[in-house]
């Protein structure tokens, strides 16, 4: 049932219509036969009476139902309005109503272009004709040439040398020039046909939109930071009629790894364009490079411009630097990372920015190859004082805020001082071990003498001293009172910093010097010898005198001999003069000086005293003598006094009993 017979039914069913009559057609005529695609075109359906009621009449191919217009009751004909078509150039036409179709028919010629719009896509470098065909005879055909901007011109106004033929009235080419293909990218060829349409003339248009293959860039940045997301989209042509291109990335000339790969996805832009996304959720620095993406159509392959992409950021310094005190060559150093920044610079705590003088010396190097930018810091000499927490800043123009590191700088100084390196026996010595501070970790002091730690003993006597500079040192001080030979030695302080990682000392060497306590000896009798041994501690002595109990100096001869000096090592620095002496008389008895000298030091002479004396021969010696007159004068001087006495309490006291005693003593003596 077609739509004819349906309106039919539902008028009958509405009582608004009496049963369909057949129509008798007539003819079917229109102005002209010839016509451009799109024209309206009245179409006149007669009828061989006047119908009896409002009937619906069509324009038929007989396969397709075309227009239609509804025929009022008394009328002997219907106009119908049709839309020529390309596809219905030289199709026979009939009127219907109904079941029933006119048997006359209308045949149109409907000029129209081959094709209406059509992209065209080339090779850099290539050249292209295309060609404007109608399917009908035109008058004429002509072209122009319109740029992006809309603006239509002449093919020879233009700086584009297009060259064109045109061939009959059906076909007219154009073939763009091969050293001019990227002006037209996107740009507008637009051939015009002018046909005969109706009773005068008429035009159609083709339109040529040009589409180069090439590939670019479309999303992303220059620089992202550190483990922050990085995207960057890559575009390309795509011509459907040939199917996607294969496409390819690169960083660094590399091809994509596979899980590289599998961060990209695809995107439709339009019908001539898609992309691709390089999506990376948290940025590193191997993925700081030149970017490449390659569409490969075909046997050709279309490469985008170099896309470099920086991950910018700091290479962590170590924490924390130790530098030894002094020291001029060491260097702290940062590395920004991605691009060349547009200022670095080192600050102190402060806040106050550095800049390169006699003792500093600041340098920046960047590597376009590794993508670093390193700026070195250099103290001339790096002091103590110069502890600190140093802040590399790198400031970029796209950036607000800089990229900033720190790294705290300890001198490591380790000082002994000590009240002379050669003292004097008995005398009181110390020792000052002045040390920087770490300013991180507690720092550990450790003593030892000749390489061995110091024992508890020694340790008790350790204080804590105060330094002039105590913002930046400590010090620990060890005291003796009375050194003695014992005591010499190779003293070592030992600084460990961060936690025994870091590591730093300070030598000193003790010597003392002094003679032995004096002494005294006992010679054999006159005419035998007498050896006389001297001891001094210290180092080696440069030379030994002797002196005689006169402090005369004693040379080698008949009365005395000099032997050569010796010095010992173990277990203690010691300075050994012999002197050996024959004993004469009692002038050589007496206290003897030996005097050890050094070339350098304080105390550069050091002595000791030895008494020699003589031992008793068994003669009768002048000094006995004497000693026993005195003792008779004594015992004479006590019995007169007893005498007197008895005289006085006792008359009966005897004379020869008197006289009896006083010969008795007088026998002893």
């Not at 002006?183 to 939109?209: E, M, P």
């Not at 002091?445 to 006597?461: G, M, P, V």
């Not at 090592?569 to 007496?590: E, F, H, M, R």
Request: net charge neutral; with cysteine.
């Amino acid at each position: 049932m077609n739509r004819t017979m349906l309106v039919e039914l539902v008028l009958l069913f509405l009582g608004l219509a009496t049963p369909t009559e057949t129509i008798s057609f007539t003819g079917i005529t229109a102005s002209h036969l010839t016509w451009n695609k799109g024209d309206n075109i009245a179409i006149t359906c007669s009828f061989s009476a006047p119908i009896a009621s409002a009937a619906l009449i069509e324009i038929t191919d007989e396969l397709y139902d075309l227009a239609e217009n509804t025929a009022q009751a008394g009328t002997t004909a219907v106009i119908i309005m049709f839309t020529a078509m390309a596809s219905r150039n030289q199709v026979p036409l009939k009127c219907k109503s109904g079941g029933t179709v006119s048997s006359s028919s209308i045949t149109f010629t409907i000029n129209s272009m081959e094709r209406e719009q059509q992209n065209v896509f080339y090779h850099k470098g290539e050249e292209t004709t295309i060609s404007c065909v109608t399917k009908t005879d035109s008058v004429s055909i002509t072209w122009q040439y319109k740029n992006k901007l809309g603006i239509p011109e002449n093919l020879d106004a233009g700086s584009i040398g297009f060259s064109s033929q045109s061939t009959g009235s059906k076909l007219s080419s154009v073939t763009t020039p091969a050293d001019d293909v990227e002006k037209i990218d996107g740009n507008q060829l637009i051939c015009t046909a002018t046909f005969i349409s109706g009773s005068s003339q008429g035009t159609l248009q083709s339109t040529f939109t040009f589409y180069m293959y090439r590939v670019w860039w479309v999303s992303g940045v220059s620089a992202v930071a550190l483990s922050t997301p990085l995207e960057v989209g890559c575009q390309y042509i795509v011509n459907y009629a040939v199917g996607d291109p294969t496409v390819t990335w690169t960083l660094n000339d590399n091809a994509f790894t596979p899980a590289q790969t599998a961060a990209i996805t695809t995107e439709n832009v339009n019908d001539i364009n898609k992309k691709q996304v390089y999506k990376v959720p948290t940025a590193q620095f191997t993925d700081t490079g030149t970017y490449g993406c390659k569409a490969a159509y075909g046997s050709k392959t279309v490469t985008s411009e170099p896309r470099s992409i920086y991950v910018r950021g700091s290479s962590a310094p170590q924490s924390n630097m130790f530098l030894k005190d002094g020291d001029s060559s060491t260097a702290i150093k940062c590395v920004f990372r991605g691009d060349k920044p547009r200022k670095a610079t080192w600050k102190g705590s402060n806040g106050e920015a550095y800049a390169s003088s006699e003792t500093v010396v600041i340098k920046e190097e960047y590597d376009p190859t590794a993508f670093t930018h390193a700026i070195t810091l250099t103290r001339v000499p790096w002091r103590p004082e110069n502890r600190d927490v140093y802040t590399c800043e790198a400031t970029y123009s796209d950036q607000p805020s800089p990229q900033s590191t720190t790294i705290k700088v300890v001198i490591l100084s380790v000082k002994l001082s000590a009240t002379s390196t050669i003292m004097e026996r008995m005398f009181e010595y110390s020792i000052t071990c002045e040390y920087a501070k770490d300013g991180t970790s507690k720092e550990v002091i450790t003593w030892s003498k000749d390489a061995i730690e110091f024992t508890a003993d020694q340790k008790k006597i350790i204080s804590k001293g105060t330094p002039a500079d105590s913002i930046n040192f400590k010090s620990e001080v060890y005291t003796v009172t009375q050194v003695t030979p014992s005591d010499s030695g190779t003293y070592h302080c030992q600084v460990a910093y961060n936690s025994g990682k870091e590591t730093m000392g300070a030598s000193t060497n003790l010597r003392v010097r002094g003679g032995e306590d004096d002494k005294t000896i006992e010679a054999p009798e006159s005419g035998k010898t007498a050896y006389l041994t001297c001891k001094v501690f210290g180092d080696a002595a440069h030379s030994v005198t002797w002196y005689n109990p006169e402090g005369q100096v004693i040379v080698s001869g008949e009365t005395y001999e000099i032997a050569p000096l010796n010095h010992v090592q173990s277990p203690v620095a010691i300075n050994i003069a012999k002197l050996t002496v024959k004993v004469t008389d009692s002038n050589t008895a007496g206290k003897y000086e030996c005097r050890m000298t050094w070339r350098s030091g304080i105390p550069n002479t050091s002595k000791q005293l030895i008494e020699l004396k003589l031992k008793d021969s068994g003669g009768i010696t002048t000094a006995v003598i004497v000693g026993v007159v005195i003792a008779a004068v004594v015992v004479i001087m006590l019995l007169s006094i007893f005498i007197f006495f008895c005289k006085k309490r006792a008359k009966s006291c005897q004379k020869d009993e008197v006289h009896g005693n006083i010969n008795t003593a007088s026998e002893q003596i």
